[in-house]
């Protein structure tokens, strides 16, 4: 049985976490979308606000009155069983409605669903709906800060954001050892999981080894002086033509000046600290310093095999692994079937957690996702061998 009064706090401080997030802002910073992957903060606080709206109340909740009927069109994701909806690269056009409305909006769903929570004694079905509308929620806190980040860190000023979601330097790393074997992946247990981490199954992994601590940026400049950008041998074919096209030679947010190594940190741009852990590199980028190092990345099999005995949880970490279904896996009939399932294809599965992960949403089955070119997710690298 669920317990009402904790979903309804659950509820109440993650609405409220999501502002708080964006209290630093200025009103002009919740509009603009300078690349597609980026979306405005004004569209994750109207989204994540219509995910309630769309599947709890309007399905569930007793004479629920729309706050808008344009709504549903404005902050609709990607939801084909939900309707028509605002294109993605054209969130950034939307001055209207303008912030404080979708301040209202906020309110007022916040607020009638506590009501029903309240006032319904809703089913297990509808409960586990605002469960799941409160992780959707996390990982949209989770974006929202990569997409300020990349909204101020290409402000030519460099505006100063705060001192939160920073990276603390990392140890020495050295490799851990595990055995060959059959091992159990996927989630089990109690509480929350996404679908994606279903079904348990079972993976005959050979014997590997793997750093205990992520790469730092300490090591990752010796690869860039080593000529690691411009040495074919370590790319990917994929990632070659990548590097090239967009003419990349170190991380995103990273800068040469004066013979040294800086960086955009939300915290303001700053000196490259050498003991922290290196941030913002693609996949491509991971998977080539790996290569120059003798080394490869972990498949996401061995990362939760090993999960127990590694430092993670301040950058998400690329693995070798394509996002696949599990054996077994199967999506809801509907809309909320749309949630997972249907990205698994050109994507790599990144593992652990990051230091904008809110707290209670990380677990060692989790499986994020990003096309193998991002590089405005806080992802690091870990190495294999
Ligand atoms: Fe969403």
């Not at 954001?161 to 490799?175: E, L, R, V």
């Amino acid at each position: 049985m669920k317990n009402k009064e904790l979903i309804k706090t659950d509820f109440l401080t993650t609405r409220s976490l999501t502002e708080s997030i964006c209290a630093p802002l200025e009103v002009e910073d919740y509009v603009p979308q300078p690349i597609i992957d980026v979306s405005p903060p004004k569209w994750h606080l109207g989204h994540t606000t219509w995910f309630f709206e769309q599947f709890v109340l309007i399905p569930f909740a007793t004479n629920y009155q729309l706050f808008h009927e344009d709504f549903a069109f404005l902050f609709n994701s990607y939801y084909n069983h939900a309707g028509e909806r605002v294109l993605r690269p054209n969130r950034g056009l939307m001055s209207r409605p303008p912030v404080r409305e979708v301040m209202q909006y906020r309110s007022y769903v916040t607020e009638k669903l506590i009501e029903m929570i309240t006032k319904q004694d809703p089913a297990e079905e509808i409960l586990e709906r605002i469960i799941l509308g409160i992780n959707h929620e996390q990982q949209h806190q989770e974006l929202l800060v990569y997409d300020l980040k990349y909204i101020l860190g290409n402000q030519p000023t460099f505006p100063v954001y705060g001192d939160k979601f920073q990276t603390k330097p990392i140890a020495k790393s050295d490799f851990r050892k595990f055995t060959e074997g059959i091992y159990e992946i996927g989630f089990a247990g109690e509480g929350f999981f996404f679908d994606n981490e279903l079904g348990r199954h079972r993976v005959f992994l050979e014997a590997f080894e793997m750093a205990v601590q992520l790469v730092t940026n300490g090591e990752y400049m010796e690869f860039i002086e080593a000529g690691g950008y411009q040495n074919f041998d370590y790319w990917l074919d994929e990632g070659l033509s990548f590097i090239k096209k967009e003419g990349i030679t170190a991380p995103l947010y990273w800068y040469r000046k004066g013979g040294e190594w800086w960086n955009y940190t939300l915290n303001g741009f700053q000196k490259v600290d050498p003991s922290l852990p290196v941030q913002h590199v693609s996949f491509y980028e991971a998977s080539a310093f790996a290569s120059w190092k003798g080394c490869r990345l972990p498949t996401e099999f061995e990362w939760e095999v090993a999960a127990d005995q590694l430092n993670w949880g301040q950058l998400w970490e690329w693995t070798n692994s394509a996002y696949l279904p599990y054996p077994g896996f199967s999506k809801v009939p509907g809309a909320l079937g749309e949630y997972n399932g249907k990205f698994m294809v050109s994507q790599h599965v990144l593992r652990g957690a990051s230091v904008a992960t809110p707290s209670g949403h990380s677990r060692p089955t989790y499986r994020n996702f990003f096309h193998p070119s991002s590089r405005w997710v806080f992802s690091g690298i870990r190495l294999a061998n």
